[in-house]
């Protein structure tokens, strides 16, 4: 605790944290926000104090989460300058994404923290420099270890990058993307599996991989059977879902092993709905669609299917068997019924020639 005090000491100007080595002047010290101040003198006539706003207590706690993280990016970068790094300005457009992508959002998708990022750069400058090693097969280029967003957040504001440039071995290079990751811990549980498997399929070592997502075994087990059960695109579509959280995940690979979920799922994310919400929703969407998918009895046999169209609107349902059939939902979609059977005699020819052309 009074090791985290001598920190916020410094950064508020009290001098350096013991222990610390003393930065060089460049790049530009953190800058931490004061927190808002919260008044507690006491009412006249000897009532009790006023209590502070909700809006006043939520930034105070933001406040404090964004110093904790900046005295975490001031430790990392005082212990680059002590090995005797500089850091250096990089033209954005020479700078390569790391070997596996371990994120599933991009910037253009209405990703709010990148958004946040850019202005801030913007505002403040780049505080912390990122990491890259030199382009391994291409001369004059180099790659990113970790900052994959402050690279593109320097893009976007048309500037040189600041960076530490050191020579990584593959090995290394995700090994340090990883640390970054999991020291943030801003990876979804879906992107670390996803990054995982991907740095499994690149080759690279198991034990690299836990080592690399500070993971046991059985947890680096559970994130490749989600990777291995939703497919790339249905993940993707969705995006990290952050809220979602382990269990939800590994309940959706579970009904995503069926084929006919696959089929349902393909459906939902092309659905206007899907798009327009943001990726928590997306997740609760597709999941809430998949876990009332009609149960199989004890006979086998499986209960009434809902047809829905492109809204979640149940439009009829199929009773299978010796005699299938249809109940049309009127309430749904009035009139749909009698629009149907006008057409069984079209769609009827059309099956037979469906039918005679796959034979």
């Known amino acids: 605790m009074s090791k985290r005090k001598d920190h916020l ?3 508020f100007g009290g001098g350096p944290a013991e222990g610390d080595a003393v930065p060089s002047p460049r790049p530009a010290p953190l800058q931490a926000q004061p927190a808002p101040e919260m008044k507690s003198a006491p009412k006249p006539g000897g009532g009790e104090p006023p209590r502070s ?4 207590v939520k930034a105070m706690g933001l406040s404090l989460s964004s110093m904790t993280r900046e005295v975490e990016d001031a430790r990392a970068l005082k212990e680059s300058l002590a090995r005797g790094e500089r850091v250096v300005e990089i033209d954005p457009g020479l700078v390569d994404p790391s070997l596996v992508r371990d994120r599933l959002s991009r910037e253009d998708e209405g990703d709010e923290d990148f958004s946040a990022l850019v202005e801030s750069m913007r505002e403040n400058g780049q505080q ?3 990491l890259l090693r030199p382009h391994p097969s291409v001369g ?5 270890a970790y900052g994959h967003r402050r690279v593109r957040a320097a893009a976007r504001l048309s500037r040189p990058v600041q960076a530490i440039v050191r020579t990584l071995d593959d090995d290394q290079l995700v090994l ?8 943030r811990r801003n990876l979804s549980f879906i992107e670390r599996a996803f990054f995982a498997a991907a740095l499994m399929r690149h080759g690279f070592d198991r034990g690299v991989v836990q080592r690399a997502l500070s ?14 059960a939703v497919p790339a695109h249905i993940a993707s579509a969705i995006g990290p879902a952050p809220k979602a959280g382990r269990p939800r995940w590994m309940a959706l690979a579970d009904f995503l092993k069926k084929e006919a979920a696959v089929v349902i799922a393909q459906d939902v994310i092309h659905s206007d709905a899907f798009r327009a919400a943001d ?13 009332r998918r009609p149960a199989v009895r004890a006979s086998g046999k499986a209960g009434p299917r809902a047809v829905e169209d492109g809204q979640g609107r149940t439009l009829a349902r199929i009773t299978s068997g010796a005699k299938p059939r249809l109940d049309f939902d009127e309430v749904a979609l009035p009139g749909f019924a009698d629009f149907v059977a006008e057409r ?3 769609l009827a020819e059309r099956f037979d020639e469906e039918r005679a052309a796959k034979a």
């Open 9 to 11: 000491k410094a950064l």
């Open 53 to 56: 706003a909700s809006g006043a």
């Open 128 to 130: 912390v420099p990122v």
């Open 140 to 144: 004059g280029r180099f790659q990113v």
């Open 176 to 183: 340090a993307q990883g640390k970054e990751n999991t020291e």
């Open 215 to 228: 993971l046991h075994k059985a947890e680096m087990t559970r994130l490749l059977q989600v990777a291995e």
């Open 279 to 291: 990726s928590d929703k997306r997740f609760a969407m597709l999941f809430e669609r998949l876990a």
């Open 344 to 346: 069984l005699p079209e």
